[in-house]
């Protein structure tokens, strides 16, 4: 995670790199094809595990907000809280946020699954995908990533029988 700015000059900048960044960069960063394959990624490994994963991408964050020095983290909790990812039967829902102008991935987890994954295991998934993303390779660290995710979760919160898909597994694009 990068250092939020403390001045003010460096607060406009921050908040003129979110500003540059448009909605262009996560079509062009997670197009049609790529989301397809999200999808099926996250499809395929609620069959192997009892959590709820959802991915969501963000752009950027809104001007004010980055300006305000809004941290990533609390962005993603706040994404957490408003796509109802802890709102699932055992408490096990995961959020993937991926901002892109920030260049940064968090994971919230709710705590049935938090409480059985050490944060370096969560770090080392987000770091998959920020040293994809740093080399462009959006599509293919995000599914590497969602498959070590994956592993995670079916070794500590194993599948035991059918269960209903209780949040929507496509990626979200705000």
């Not at 909790?77 to 940064?104: K, P």
Request: proline share 4%; charged share 20%.
């Amino acid at each position: 995670m990068s250092a939020l700015p403390t001045t003010f000059l460096g607060r406009c900048r921050r908040a003129l790199r979110h500003w540059m960044t448009g909605a262009g960069a996560g079509r062009r960063s997670f197009p049609a094809a790529t989301l397809k394959d999200i999808e099926t990624a996250i499809t395929e490994g609620e069959r192997m595990h009892r959590a709820e994963v959802r991915l969501i991408v963000e752009p950027a964050l809104p001007v004010g907000a980055a300006f305000a020095n809004v941290s990533n983290r609390q962005r993603a909790r706040a994404l957490f809280a408003q796509y109802g990812v802890w709102d699932t039967e055992e408490n096990c829902g995961v959020l993937i946020y991926v901002n892109l102008a920030a260049r940064e991935v968090d994971i919230v987890a709710d705590r049935n699954v938090g409480r059985l994954i050490a944060d370096g295991e969560w770090q080392d998934v987000c770091r998959t995908m920020t040293q994809g993303f740093a080399k462009g390779e959006f599509h293919d660290s995000t599914l590497a990533a969602l498959a070590q995710l994956n592993t995670l979760l079916q070794k500590h919160f194993p599948a035991d029988g059918s269960r209903p898909n209780q949040l929507p597994n496509e990626a979200v694009i705000l």
